[in-house]
């Protein structure tokens, strides 16, 4: 099992609760790798281009302040348009269409509180904002992507901007039946 999908997935879990605090996230890696045992351990250990925190940077959109709730969708809409692209780990959104934060992540959520703590981003009741160190973190990260990638995710990300909470949720649910 040494080098497998399996055992990066049980650290990776490990890490959730020893490093950012959730035992939910680790639970949603569990269940996981519950789920799909036999193809994980035949598979071997993925190098990650991008990291839930790379994730939650490139889900600013460029811009030094996010909504909280916006930033869970442009991080949905961002692992969307990059995964064809880029190995991308896992944020493990869920969906709970009654609720202001209709797409979260845990791991998301964990990543960005230990994010604030390490002076990256601020946060006020219901804004991110970046700090000095954050927005050049953000940049470094950007400067990973290729044009074409950063193009893609800014046409997608500039799409959903301006709307509304409301026509957000529709636009998501749309988008996501018509993947299906």
Known sequence: MKGSRMLQLINEAIEEIEKYGSCESAYYILKYLSNSQEDLCKRGEVKYDLTIDHLIFLSMNGKTSQK????????????????????IQDPMFTFRWGKLYFIYSPRIDSHLSSLIKSNFMRVTRSQIKLTERGEEEME??????????????????KEIEEMKLTDLKIYTKNYLFAKA
């Open 68 to 87: 909280k709730y916006k930033l869970y969708v442009n991080a949905f809409f961002t692992y969307d348009v990059l995964s064809p692209y880029k190995v």
């Open 140 to 157: 470094n990260i950007r400067a990973s992507l290729t044009k074409e990638e950063l193009r893609k995710l800014s046409d997608k990300l």
